[in-house]
């Protein structure tokens, strides 16, 4: 069975861009426009993966990742950032966070499939 990721921007053509590239390599990817809409459509599914942006209006990507990790469902779940963000100390933060691993925008699909088949096995 397909694994499911859940796409977390409040970029539109970002969403297609990384929907597109991770729908091609055979994953099911649902769509989330800011952190709060990804964190109410986390709580109706379990994925296998979560990849979000950090700057977002209503609830940010370390928001985001710190409500998932409090959540028993998501303890193992692994969590990707996909940010313009890539000062240390930002990384540091998604750390912090529970953040599993950080892509940087512009990104390249390749690589970003790469990184999604080696965190969700």
Do not use: C, H
């Amino acid at each position: 069975m397909a694994k499911t990721i859940l796409a977390v921007d409040d970029s539109g053509s970002l969403r297609q861009m990384v929907v597109f590239s991770l729908r091609a390599a055979g994953y099911q990817v649902s769509e989330a426009v800011d952190g709060q809409d990804g964190l109410e459509k986390a709580r109706q599914q379990v994925f296998d993966l979560v990849l979000t942006d950090q700057n977002m209006p209503r609830l940010d990507g370390l928001g985001l990742i710190r409500a998932l990790r409090a959540m028993s469902t998501y303890q193992q779940v692994p969590i990707l950032m996909l940010t313009t963000e890539s000062s240390d100390e930002m990384k540091a933060k998604g750390r912090a966070a529970g953040a599993n691993g950080w892509l940087v925008k512009p990104f390249d699909p390749q690589r970003l499939i790469e990184v999604v088949k080696k965190v969700t096995g």
